[in-house]
């Protein structure tokens, strides 16, 4: 097996569970309320500014100039996609400048960073596994609901968030980051790809604790 299939196999029943979450399913039908999307809105955006920081840390780390290159690149699409997407987004959902600027980060998203943070000054590989596991799961997850909910999605306030993390772009990003991890973890031992699986699967426990820690505000 492919390491991919192998974190895959590891993590499939906490994206399944990711994937009932009451957050999402409340999201795909239309009746999450507003703001309960928006604390996530803005909790989202606090992990991403760090997401990107960890990404441009592990650039001038990376031992491999074309993982240097992705990295950079990768760091560059999320600073991208919160300036054109993320932020207008938050404006829609009247957070202001202000109310991001008092706004602090929940236990669970702090916990979560703090832990790729340093996972990823571990080494690369670590990193990439721990990084990854975040973007491929939303891509798991709204493929999940999408095919469950359909047309009730189609209704749905918030089947943009369904239809970002569906695309064919977000597919094809993940796919080069798979790529990539699998590139830099060639040869490794199997103690070293448990050590990645131990790695992936505490990354989805927090991403689960991450939602749940929006619908109960903590």
């Given at each position: 097996m492919k390491l991919s299939e192998i974190l895959f196999e590891s993590v499939r029943e906490l994206w399944n569970e990711a994937a009932?979450?009451?957050?999402?399913?409340?999201?795909a039908d239309g009746s999450l309320d507003s703001e309960l999307f928006k604390a996530y809105m803005l909790q989202d955006y606090y992990y991403l500014l760090e997401y990107a920081d960890i990404l441009e840390q592990m650039q001038g780390q990376a031992a491999h100039t074309e993982t240097a290159q992705f990295l950079k690149k990768a760091a560059q699409a999320t600073r991208y996609e919160m300036d054109t997407v993320h932020v207008p987004n938050m404006a829609k959902l009247n957070i202001t400048a202000k109310d991001i600027q008092a706004g602090q980060k929940t236990p669970a998203c702090t916990e979560y960073l703090q832990y790729l943070k340093e996972t990823a000054q571990e080494g690369t590989v670590q990193g990439l596994a721990a990084l990854l596991q975040c973007s491929?799961?939303?891509?798991?997850?709204?493929?999940?609901?999408?095919?469950?909910?359909?047309?009730?999605?189609e209704c749905s306030p918030y089947s943009d968030w369904f239809r970002a993390y569906t695309s064919e772009e977000y597919s094809e990003a993940n796919a080069e980051w798979i790529a990539v991890l699998e590139r830099e973890a060639r040869g490794i031992s199997s103690d070293e790809t448990k050590?990645?699986?131990?790695?992936?699967?505490?990354?989805a426990r927090y991403e689960n604790a991450f939602w749940e820690c929006i619908l109960t505000s903590e």
């Open positions: 009932m979450n009451p957050f999402v399913t409340a999201m491929w799961s939303y891509a798991y997850i709204a493929q999940s609901v999408t095919e469950r909910y359909c047309s009730r999605l050590q990645l699986c131990r790695i992936f699967e505490r990354c």
